[in-house]
T-cell receptor, first 112, second 111 residues
Framework: NAGVTQTPKFQVLKTGQSMTLQCAQD?????MSWYRQDPGMGLRLIHY???????DQGEVPNGYNVSRSTTEDFPLRLLSAAPSQTSVYFC???????????FGQGTRLTVV | SQQGEEDPQALSIQEGENATMNCSYK?????LQWYRQNSGRGLVHLIL?????REKHSGRLRVTLDTSKKSSSLLITASRAADTASYFC???????????FGEGTQLTVNP
């Protein structure tokens, strides 16, 4: 059982480039979410999804897009990367938003 | 803004001692959860306590919840060097479909 798989683990982007962070889970969880973690600021919610075809904004959605075409996958797109998006990104999934969340190992993104 | 705030931000103890971390939150909750994060890794769920529960145990972990004070505490008894990690509280609110994390407590257990 792989759990939550994030790719890539590390990425360096130039300002203005776009990219997609991949997240896949094999636990048939309906709820998936993306967080960013910055030093001293804990985890901040970017976007979340309560099921295929349904997404909503979290606390810090600007500059990011998501879609949920399948239960398993929840990609996060950076439209035009900015240095302020340098962070560690975590994807999580759970049975529901009130249940235990399972996290991926993170993607460390640097925007130069 | 963050829903939960952990206290202290950092805690350093000796092996065998108990470690207590506190979490305060601002709005009503469905439940409160505690997670651990080892350096450079993802978060791992430790324990969940529902809003109608006051105390919960899991192995060396003891969690309390006081909804009147909007606060929770995590006690790790007989700590080990392997307990060195960051600990986060997270709250799920009844209406928001969100799990919101605090800023974490960095625990260092010295051998």
């Amino acid at each position: 059982n792989a759990g939550v798989t994030q790719t890539p683990k590390f990425q360096v982007l130039k300002t203005g480039q776009s990219m997609t962070l991949q997240c896949a889970q094999d636990m048939n969880h309906e709820y998936m979410s993306w967080y960013r973690q910055d030093p001293g600021m804990g985890l901040r919610l970017i976007h979340y999804s309560v099921g295929a075809g349904i997404t909503d904004q979290g606390e810090v959605p600007n500059g990011y897009n998501v879609s949920r075409s399948t239960t398993e996958d929840f990609p996060l797109r950076l439209l035009s990367a900015a240095p302020s998006q340098t962070s560690v990104y975590f994807c999580a999934s759970s049975y529901s938003w009130v249940a235990e969340a399972f996290f991926g190992q993170g993607t460390r993104l640097t925007v130069v | 803004s963050q829903q939960g705030e952990e206290d202290p931000q950092a805690l350093s103890i000796q092996e065998g001692e108990n470690a207590t971390m506190n979490c305060s939150y601002k709005t009503s909750i469905n439940n409160l959860q505690w997670y651990r994060q080892n350096s450079g890794r993802g978060l791992v769920h430790l324990i969940l306590i529902r809003s109608n529960e006051r105390e919960k145990h899991s192995g060396r972990l003891r969690v309390t919840l006081d909804t009147s004070k909007k606060s929770s505490s995590l006690l790790i008894t007989a700590s080990r060097a392997a307990d060195t990690a960051s600990y986060f509280c997270a709250t799920s609110d009844p209406s928001g479909s969100r799990l919101t994390f605090g800023e974490g407590t960095q625990l260092t257990v010295n051998p």
